[in-house]
C-alpha cells in the first residue's frame, strides 16, 4: 500500500509525531509577532557597524548583530528575559554582552560536534565542568539512534563565543562580559522541521521527506521550542561560570535550577540530571 493511501492508524502516528519528539505546546513560542528593539542605542565608536553580513543594533540588554531590526528585536527579548531572572533569583547584573544572530541563509560556524564540545569546555570560559559530560561519541551515537542529522542539528545551535572565535570572526570586536551566536525563531523552525524529518524517516522508513516534511510544517512553533530555549541557557550559563564567589557545586546547580525552570515553564519535559549533565 502506497503511503498516500495508508491506514488511518499510520496517519494518526504521523500527525503525532512532533507531540512525539517535543511534547505539544499550549502556548505560542514568543506571546507577540516580530517586533523591532524598543530601543536603539548610538553605536560605540569601538565597535564595528557590520560583523560577518549582520548590522550592529546596540540596545541597552546587549550587542545585537542580526540581519534586521525584527531579529534584533527578538533577540533582544530573550536576553533581557535572562537578565530578569538573574536580577530576580540572585539580585546581580547579567552585564551587556553580545549576540550573533544566525539565520536560515547564514553559514553555520561550526560543522562538526568536535567543534561544538570544544567550543563549549573551553577553560576560557568554563570554570566549572558538568558532574557528568557527555563524549562526542555518545551524543553521535544519540543521534544516529534517533536518525538526526549531526549537520541539521548543529545548524540550530546556540553556541558561546569565546573570545579567540569572536575575533575569527570579525577583528576589531571589543571584549564584553559574554558572547553567543544563537538561532533566529526562523531558522530554529526550519531546522526543528528538518530535525522531524529525520526522525519520522528513521522510524517509518516507507514515510516520503516531502510527506514528512508538509505535516511538521504546521508545528514548526513546536518543534522550534526546544532550540529556542537554549539560548537563554548559554548566556546564563556562561554568566554563572563568571561567579568568582560561587563554588563548583553552587554554579552547577544554578545552571540546573535555571535548566529546569526553564523546560517547565515553556511546557517542555524536563531530563534526568545525568542527561542534563551538570
Not at 513560542?29 to 548610538?42: E, F, M, T, Y
Amino acid at each position: 500500500m502506497s503511503i498516500q493511501r495508508c491506514d488511518p492508524m499510520h496517519q494518526i502516528r504521523l500527525q503525532r509525531i512532533a507531540a512525539l519528539l517535543f511534547v505539544a505546546s499550549i502556548t505560542c513560542v514568543s506571546g507577540c509577532g516580530p517586533q523591532p528593539p524598543k530601543v536603539v542605542l548610538d553605536r560605540p565608536a569601538e565597535f564595528p557597524a557590520a560583523l560577518d553580513g549582520r548590522q550592529l543594533f546596540h540596545t541597552p540588554n546587549a550587542y545585537i548583530y542580526a540581519h534586521d531590526e525584527l531579529e534584533a528585536g527578538e533577540a533582544d527579548r530573550w536576553v533581557k528575559q535572562v537578565g530578569d531572572y538573574i536580577q530576580r533569583k540572585h539580585d546581580r547584573s547579567l552585564g551587556k554582552g553580545l549576540v550573533l544572530v544566525m539565520s536560515p541563509t547564514d553559514r553555520p560556524i561550526i560543522s562538526t560536534l568536535e567543534e561544538q564540545v570544544a567550543i563549549e569546555h573551553d577553560p576560557s570560559i568554563q570554570r566549572t565542568a558538568p558532574r557528568h559530560p557527555k563524549s562526542v561519541e555518545e551524543v553521535r551515537a544519540k543521534f544516529t539512534e534517533e536518525g538526526i542529522s549531526e549537520s541539521v542539528a548543529l545548524r540550530g545551535a546556540a553556541l558561546p563565543l569565546t573570545r579567540a572565535k569572536l575575533a575569527a570572526l570579525a577583528a576589531g570586536v571589543p571584549d564584553v562580559p559574554w558572547a553567543v551566536s544563537a538561532p533566529s525563531e526562523e531558522l530554529a523552525r526550519e531546522v526543528g522541521v528538518e530535525m522531524g524529518v529525520c526522525i519520522v524517516g528513521k522510524r517509518w522508513p516507507n514515510t516520503k521527506k516531502e510527506q514528512a516534511r508538509n505535516m511538521l510544517k504546521g508545528r514548526a512553533a513546536t518543534l522550534a521550542k526546544p532550540l529556542l530555549v537554549v539560548r537563554g541557557q548559554v548566556v546564563y550559563t556562561l554568566w554563572v561560570q563568571q561567579q568568582q564567589d560561587w563554588n563548583d557545586d553552587e554554579r552547577r546547580e544554578a545552571i540546573l535550577k535555571h535548566i529546569r525552570e526553564t523546560l517547565r515553564a515553556n511546557w517542555l519535559p524536563v531530563p534526568s540530571d545525568e542527561e542534563l549533565q551538570w
